[in-house]
């Protein structure tokens, strides 16, 4: 399957790798890795400690993006990524969420799609996201490891918007 993604996908360039360029063929299989990743990492039942589990169709369009921001992943800690990946990984199920039902979403470009500034500015367009990702242990208040950088990146931007 990567070969075929790297066929039909990556080798468009790294534009091809954000949410609303892809197909709904590559979205909805997007989408499958991307619920997969973030229950195996996070449970709405509880605030469990997340594993360092990935997907390598979702490393590869991390890898795609970081490579157009200039940025080196031999100098990225493994916490980094993961929170990229997490961040991907939500920017994926956001779209998937938004060609079904429309939900104001603003698509990202390849400079803001690992960024937290878009999950909060999500938030204002639809508070309940942000409770979801919060129930979800996504963003939790008792936390510590990469996903803890998550939440304070969106309580600092929220608390200063």
């Known amino acids: 399957m990567l070969t075929q993604f790297n066929n039909e996908v990556?080798?468009?360039?790294?534009?091809?790798?954000l949410p609303q360029n892809l197909t709904t063929g590559w979205l909805k299989k997007l989408q499958d890795v991307s619920e997969n990743f973030l229950e195996q990492n996070f449970s709405l039942d509880e605030c469990k400690q997340p594993q360092?589990?990935?997907?390598?169709?979702l490393s590869?369009?991390?890898?795609?993006?970081?490579?157009?921001?200039?940025?080196?992943?031999?100098?990225?800690?493994?916490?980094?990524?993961?929170?990229?990946?997490?961040?991907?990984?939500i920017a994926i199920l956001m779209e998937g969420v938004n060609r079904e039902g429309d939900i104001g979403l603003d698509p990202p470009d390849l400079d803001n799609i690992?960024?937290?500034e878009r999950i909060v500015n999500f938030k204002?367009?639809?508070?309940?996201?942000?409770?979801?990702?919060?129930?979800?242990?996504?963003i939790r208040e008792a936390a510590s490891g990469w996903f803890d950088?998550?939440?304070?990146?969106?309580?600092s931007k929220i608390k200063g918007t």
């Open 124 to 138: 204002k367009v639809n508070p309940e996201f942000y409770e979801t990702l919060k129930q979800a242990c996504v």
């Open 52 to 57: 360092d589990v990935t997907d390598p169709l």
């Open 114 to 116: 690992l960024s937290v």
């Open 60 to 89: 590869v369009c991390v890898l795609a993006i970081l490579g157009y921001q200039k940025k080196d992943p031999a100098k990225i800690s493994i916490e980094k990524m993961l929170e990229y990946i997490t961040i991907y990984a």
């Open 10 to 17: 990556l080798l468009k360039g790294p534009h091809a790798v």
């Open 149 to 155: 950088n998550i939440k304070k990146k969106i309580l």
